[in-house]
C-alpha cells in the first residue's frame, strides 16, 4: 500500500462512515479503481482506520460525554443487540462479505428506503439525544442488527431506527454518532487481535501508513459530520437515497461487466 492509496482510503471513511450512504460500498469502489489486492494489511487498514473518525466525534461532541454516567448506560444498551448479533453470526456476516453484490443490492434497497424516510416518521417528539429513554435506545441498538448486512450502512440503520422512535433527524444522527464509538472501536480492537493472533507484525511503515489514515480519517470526517447534520437538517435523506442508488447500480454494472471487484 502506498502513501497515495491509504490517504484516498481514509478519505473515503472519513466521508462515509458516518453519512447513510454505506462505507463498505465506497471501499469496493474505491479498492477496485486503485487495483488493490486485499492483503491482511490492507483489511487490518480498512478497520483501524476507523479510530480516526471515533475522534472526531469525541472532538465535535466532548460536552456530551461528561453530562452523566446515563449517557454511557444508554450507549452500552444500544450496543448490546449488534454484538451479540454478531459474534453469534459471525461466520454468515463473514460470508456475506465476500459478495460484493449482496453489497450493491443493499445499497440500492436502502437507498430506496431512504427515499420515503421523510414522509414515514414526520412527527417527532424528541429534539435531543440526551433525552431518549433506554427502551429506545434499546430498539435504535436493534435497528443497527441490519448493519451486519454489508452495504446496509451502520448509520441508516440507526438513523431510521431512531426516528422510528420520534427523534428528530438531528437527534437520530447525533445519536447514531455516538452509538459508533462502542461498535467501531470495538470492530478495530477485535481486528487488531486477530491480526497479532495470527502471526502477523507491523512493519515501521505499516504503522505510518496507519498513523497518516487515522489523521486523514479524523480531519475528513469531522469536515463530513459538520456538514451531514446542516444537509440532513434542511433537506432530509431523499439526495441520500438517490445517491446510494446511483453507487449500488454503479456496482452491479461493473460486476455485470467483468470487473474483479472485492469486498476490502
Known amino acids: 500500500m502506498s502513501y497515495f492509496e491509504a ?35 490492507v483489511k487490518l487498514f480498512t478497520i483501524v482506520i476507523q479510530l480516526g473518525t471515533i475522534l472526531s466525534v469525541l472532538f465535535l461532541y466532548w460536552r456530551r460525554f461528561f ?7 444508554k450507549l452500552i444498551v444500544a450496543a448490546i443487540p449488534a454484538s451479540i448479533l454478531g459474534l453469534l453470526l459471525n461466520d454468515v456476516i463473514d460470508s456475506l462479505l465476500e459478495s460484493p453484490m449482496m453489497v450493491a443490492i443493499m445499497l440500492v434497497i436502502g437507498g430506496v428506503i431512504l427515499l420515503f424516510v421523510d414522509k414515514w416518521f414526520n412527527r417527532p ?30 448509520s441508516a440503520s440507526t438513523i431510521v431506527g431512531g426516528m422510528t422512535q420520534k427523534l428528530t433527524r438531528k437527534a437520530a444522527a447525533e445519536f447514531s454518532f455516538f452509538l459508533a464509538l462502542p461498535m467501531m472501536f470495538g470492530a478495530s480492537l477485535v481486528k487488531l487481535l486477530k491480526f497479532f493472533k495470527e502471526g502477523h507484525t507491523l512493519t515501521g511503515e505499516e504503522i505510518n501508513l496507519l498513523i497518516v489514515g487515522n489523521i486523514v480519517g ?47
Open 7 to 41: 490517504i484516498i482510503l481514509a478519505i473515503i471513511e472519513g466521508l462515509t462512515e458516518f453519512l447513510p450512504v454505506s462505507s463498505t460500498g465506497h471501499m469496493i469502489i474505491g479498492t477496485a479503481l486503485m487495483g488493490m489486492e486485499p492483503s491482511d494489511f
Open 67 to 73: 453530562k452523566s454516567l446515563d449517557f454511557y448506560y
Open 125 to 154: 417528539t424528541t429534539d435531543d439525544s440526551d433525552d431518549i429513554s433506554f427502551k429506545q435506545a434499546f430498539i435504535i441498538g436493534c435497528y443497527q442488527c441490519l448493519a451486519l448486512i454489508p452495504g446496509t450502512s451502520r
Open 218 to 264: 479524523l480531519v475528513v470526517a469531522i469536515i463530513a459530520i459538520k456538514s451531514f447534520i446542516s444537509v440532513l437538517t434542511k433537506y432530509g435523506f431523499k439526495a441520500f437515497g438517490w445517491y446510494r442508488i446511483v453507487v449500488g447500480l454503479v456496482i452491479i454494472i461493473l460486476l455485470l461487466s467483468g470487473h474483479n471487484l472485492q469486498v476490502i
